[in-house]
């Protein structure tokens, strides 16, 4: 296990070598530059070229590649200019936030979507597996976005101002104004509180899915001999389902969980925009449309370690878990 | 009980950041805290503007009365990105938050687009027209308790047109003395200006907002741009001080108690707060519920739900961006100024204002704005006439030969147009199908090319590819009206390339003529030439729209700006 672990990550340094020349390449390609930014009356090319030489994009090409990758390889990620300020000081502001976010929604989708699929498969065919399906398939295919801006209506605005319900939720934002003035338990609350939203909307939508491959594999699981023998041995129906066949029926899910590791990070873009909630995401396409390469580097370098990272860690956990895969073996 | 234990265990970990979030906010405020963190020089700054502030709170402490006091709070969808950093401002609400909320200008622009003092209290123009001299109120300080005086003045304008600045508006100095020549404090509160003699001398003045010496003046004029002046601390000397900014969040001000009663004393409300909510539907609730008392740049298909609301109004002010089909007469296709009119009349424009901004909006004939003393508001453009123009592009040689709809030169070329736009401007690209549709009418064909934003610019102002034929934009004059850029030589924003003798000497002669008398007509016979030349098909100048919570008061409909009256805001003690 270790001697594969260590294998994996070895082939992961070249692997990443090539993501980064890959990235500097197609930034580099991209028409436009942070000096369009200011386009606009009176702004010349001598101008222009000023910007460029301010943020040391005269310089060749294979000087500044070659430059930009010692850096990352000691640690350094550059200097954000949209930002004005280092790279990591950017990251770590908004990936707290991210983390926040996603790894809020991650669990309770997870959380969530088992149990539902859980249900379904012992409940196969009946009206209750029946009516989830159609649950479940409604909010996978809503376009996150959208369910956001739905939830916002109805639970912001529709509460507070048509039905004029006891309680709404925030529409937007991290904290209310005036948080700074908040007593440390009321912050907490009201930091709570503007997450609801935001993470229902990840929520439902994620664990729609989540749901189904935890329907599949649980079905798999139930016709299975083991299983078979453990209701013929007389245990009790709960204690099949939950103790004998729901590891087992969680394996695929392992893989999914791999995937979403670089969601976690890199947070959810739409939802992000649609909530005003400053994360990753939407970090990262202010940072494109600014053309803030620096920024634009590492965030993508960083989500494609975390590509290799998610992946290295399916794969231990698939040891860890199933012990018929063993990958010294 | 295991169960539940096994799910805290689960859930915990993905709220430690919010726990932390909140812990770590600590007594002091936190973004306070962070721009602490920006480094020594923001430590020191921050700790002068604070002292500064109780200083001027214990000498003018809040007046008594109902109408001082509240917060207002101000929705945009886009963050101040270089925030108070006048040198690199990149949209209209940071610069407006420059020039009415933390720092100021010397001169501001009124009613009737004449100059009116600010933190110049005169100035003068000496009779030849190469000195410019400004005498400074004295009663203005920096927010660290500093004085604003000639220096600043001196040294703002030595950076802006210090090339390493990379100022993008430089160009508005092209006429003053470059460098250390170009200017001369006389005294602490009077500093004179060289250049050669030119019109609306005063413009640049309104634009750029004063920069402080006493901290930036040993920062080299390449590095301003990355200094933590801008988003971390900055330090102004207008009617807020700045508190705190939390990034792609918000910005938050307090009134300034030490702001000059000469022009008007410290503002109404306590605070000001500018909040980032980059989704316009998102940013319409908070309107309409009560969390945000000012929209800024409702799109026009929101403006009757904020109309026909119980709590916010609708205000409607005209605006200098104007939008436009710029035809590239470089192309072959498109030099021939029959092609370019025929274009322009196949197209109702005034269904299409209608259309799109559901009448909030003027049709545009040529670039000059609705406010412009140069508009004429009786001069009409082309007609919409497609019979015309059908008769116009068989004069120009461009008929239907092979009976496919499309008109075909001599040669067999048809006449097929590629029209660029930018792909996230949703307005953009209805006006683009619109004119396809209607160009098609007339045996034009347009292949609508969407590109991401900067793709756009990079096609559209590289003066060696200018990759397109027809490109769909907006532009936004300053008040002080320059075609050049748009219409004479082969800079970066000369889209259509025109080369027209006539044009280049009348942008010349109005961008040296000081009397708007001599002016007018100049500008008469410009728009003129232009409408014959249809270097564009001019559409609509969108009417500026906002929405305002009945909570705040004071706010009014200004072709200048949101924020231009921002120290008259007040709310009711009852709304607070």
Known sequence: MTRFLLRRLALAVPLLLAVATLLFVLVEMAPGGPEMVWMGPGMTAEVQAQIRENLGLDEPVTIRYVRWITSVAQGDLGFSHSRGQPVAAVFGQVLPETLLLTGSALVLAFVIGIGIGVLQAARQNSWVDHGLNLTVLFFYSLPAFWLGILLILVFSYGAQVRWDWPFHMPASGLRSIGYEQMPLAQRFLDRLWHMVLPVTTLVLVLAAGIARYARTGMLEVLRTEYIRSARARGLPRRTVLLRHALPNSLLPLITVLGLYLPVLFSGAVFVETVFAWPGMGKTMVDAVSTRDYPLVLAGSLLFAVLVVLGNLLADALYAVADPRVRHDA | ?576
């Open chain 2, 1 to 576: 009980m295991t169960g539940t234990l096994r799910i805290l265990v689960a859930v915990l970990p993905s709220c430690l950041p919010l726990v932390l979030g909140a812990c770590g906010d600590g007594t002091p405020p936190p973004s306070r805290s962070e721009a602490m963190a920006a480094g020594p020089f923001c430590d020191a700054a921050m700790t002068r503007v604070n002292e500064f502030l109780a200083s001027a709170r214990a000498q003018s402490p809040p007046p008594t009365g109902g109408e001082y006091g509240g917060t207002a709070v101000v929705g945009g969808i886009t963050e101040l990105l270089s925030g108070m950093d006048a040198f690199h401002a990149v949209d209209v609400n940071q610069r407006q938050h420059q020039q009415y909320v933390n720092l100021m200008t010397l001169v501001q622009v009124d009613e009737e687009l004449e100059m009116r003092p600010w933190l110049a209290e005169s100035w003068e123009v000496s009779e030849d027209g190469t000195e410019l001299t400004f005498r400074l109120r004295d009663d203005v300080f920096w927010h660290d308790g500093e004085r604003t005086d000639a220096y600043d003045v001196a040294f703002t304008y030595l950076r802006a047109t210090d090339a390493g600045t990379a100022y993008p508006n430089a160009g508005a100095f092209s006429r003053y003395l470059e460098g250390e020549d170009g200017v001369e404090v006389v005294d602490s509160f009077t500093v004179r200006l060289r250049m050669e003699p030119h019109a609306e001398v005063l413009e640049p003045w309104r634009v750029l907002a004063i920069m402080p010496e006493h901290l930036l003046g040993d920062v080299p004029a390449e590095e301003l741009a990355d200094h933590p002046f801008g988003t971390r601390c900055p330090v102004g000397n207008g009617p807020f001080v700045f508190l705190s900014h939390r990034q792609d969040e918000s910005w938050t001000f307090e009134a300034n108690p030490a702001f000059p009663d000469g022009l008007g004393g410290r503002p109404y409300v306590d605070r000001l707060v500018y909040r980032v909510v980059p989704e316009q539907t998102t940013l319409l609730t908070e309107l309409l519920a009560g969390n945000v008392d000012l929209f800024v740049n409702l799109r026009p298909d929101q403006a009757d739900v904020v109309r026909e609301s119980d709590g916010a109004e609708l205000l409607v002010a005209e605006a200098r961006g104007f939008t436009f089909a710029a035809w590239n007469m470089r192309r072959p296709k498109l030099a021939d100024a029959r092609v370019r009119r025929a274009l322009t009349m196949a197209l109702d424009r005034e269904a299409v204002v209608e259309a799109l901004l559901q009448g909030y909006g003027t049709l545009a004939n040529t670039g000059i704005p609705p406010f412009h003393w140069a508009f004429d508001e009786a001069r009409s453009g082309l007609e919409y006439d497609p019979a015309g123009a059908r008769a116009l592009l068989d004069q120009a040689g461009w008929v239907d030969r092979n009976g496919d709809g499309i008109r075909e030169n001599e040669e067999g070329t048809p006449l097929e147009l590629d029209v660029i736009f930018n792909a996230a401007n949703q307005l953009r690209r209805t006006l683009a199908e619109l004119m396809q549709a209607q160009l098609l009418e007339v045996g034009v064909d347009l292949t609508l090319t969407p590109l991401e934003g900067q793709a756009m610019r990079a096609r559209a102002t590289n003066p060696d590819s200018r990759d397109f034929d027809g490109l769909v934009l907006e532009w936004e004059h300053d008040f002080r009206v320059d075609e050049t850029d748009l219409l004479s030589g082969d800079g970066p924003f000369a889209f259509p390339g025109l080369q027209d003798p006539e044009v280049d000497r009348l942008l010349a002669a109005l961008s040296g003529e000081m009397d708007r008398d001599v002016a007018r007509p100049l500008w008469d016979r410009y728009q003129t030439r232009i409408i014959e030349l249809q270097p564009y098909t001019y559409f609509f100048f969108a009417q500026k729209l906002s929405g305002v919570s009945d909570r705040l008061e004071g706010v009014e409909a200004d072709f200048r700006g949101n924020w231009v009256n921002v120290k008259d805001w007040r709310i009711a003690p009852s709304d607070r």
